[in-house]
């Protein structure tokens, strides 16, 4: 089967249900895209200018590059992510994306080695806005492009030959012996047309009372530099009944001690100063924390 170099998500949503052998879901797809940080694309305006950005002697020299163009800008983990923390969210980016025989263009291969390398935050880049997608260090568009859920959006052929392997692993894993499971998160679409995808794939489906210590743990702990079990084990503060702490373990841990994720990534927000999109992350690439992932989405929403 013919894979276009780009195509839109409804598209790459048909492919891989038929490569896959399966149906699948735009909010499957939004999410499995998350989870492997893996790239999506976004129109360019047709007469976005490109600019080399070099440093010369210590200082930043731009030029005009007038035989270059991109049709798509490119989003970086970080973005993508803010682009599906709430309703009519939009970020802004000056990087082009490139397609094969576009001069700056690399592999896929070449984008995961650079990832191996740790080379994500570049000489002239002000900050760290997530994962390096493949965009160039070198070329940029002259102006800011502004990108909205309402953005004509477009997945790269590279994106859809990593879900497709993804799945197979993780089928594989399945026939194992293991649990396949694959949450829904709503992420570029409409927000009428995500929530109502979550709400038919949840219908049924028993919200738990709170996650157990080793589960905050796993998903948490890397938000802070605090003894974060012997926090859990004091049940002071954040972690006390009074604000996280749901269901108190019993003696010689037959029933364990449970918390709530959404209060604790709202405390975390609040009280240690942990990134929004983090925060995302944490819901999306934890398994175990899909059910809440809706009632994240709503408090999110709701911090300042």
Not at 104 to 130: M, S
Not at 164 to 170: E, F, I
């Amino acid at each position: 089967m013919k894979i276009s170099e780009v195509c839109s998500i409804a598209e790459a949503v048909l492919v891989l249900s038929v490569l896959t052998k399966r149906a699948w879901t735009e909010a499957e797809f939004a999410h499995a895209v998350i989870r492997l940080h893996l790239p999506i694309y976004a129109a360019a305006p047709y007469d976005a200018l490109i600019v080399s950005k070099r440093y010369v002697d210590g200082r930043l020299v731009i030029t005009p590059e007038p035989s270059m163009t991109a049709q798509y800008v490119t989003l970086l983990q970080g973005e993508i992510e803010e682009l599906a923390s709430s309703l009519g969210p939009q970020v802004v980016t000056d990087r082009p994306a490139w397609l094969f025989g576009d001069k700056p263009y690399r592999t896929w291969d070449e984008i995961v080695a650079f990832r191996q390398g740790h080379h994500r935050v570049l000489g002239h880049w002000e900050a760290d806005q997530g994962e390096w997608m493949g965009q160039s260090d070198e070329y940029f568009f002259s102006a800011p492009v502004q990108v909205t859920a309402d953005s004509t959006l477009a997945v790269p052929r590279h994106t859809i030959a990593e879900l497709v392997k993804d799945d197979l692993r993780r089928a594989q894993f399945e026939l194992a012996g293991g649990v396949k499971s694959v949450p829904p998160v709503p992420m570029l679409q409409t927000p009428t047309t995500a929530s109502a995808t979550v709400g038919r794939d949840r219908v049924g489906a028993p919200e738990p009372l709170g996650i157990t210590k080793n589960q905050v743990l796993a998903a948490f702990s890397h938000l802070t530099d605090i003894d974060l079990a012997k926090a859990l084990a004091n049940g002071k503060g954040l972690y006390s009944k009074a604000e996280a702490k749901v269901v108190d373990g019993t003696p010689g841990s037959r029933h364990a001690a449970l918390w709530n994720p959404v209060i604790l990534a709202v405390g975390f927000y609040e009280k240690y100063g942990a990134p929004r999109a983090k925060l995302n992350r944490v819901f999306t690439d934890n398994q175990f924390l899909a059910p809440w992932w809706e009632k994240w989405k709503e408090q999110a929403d709701d911090l300042l």
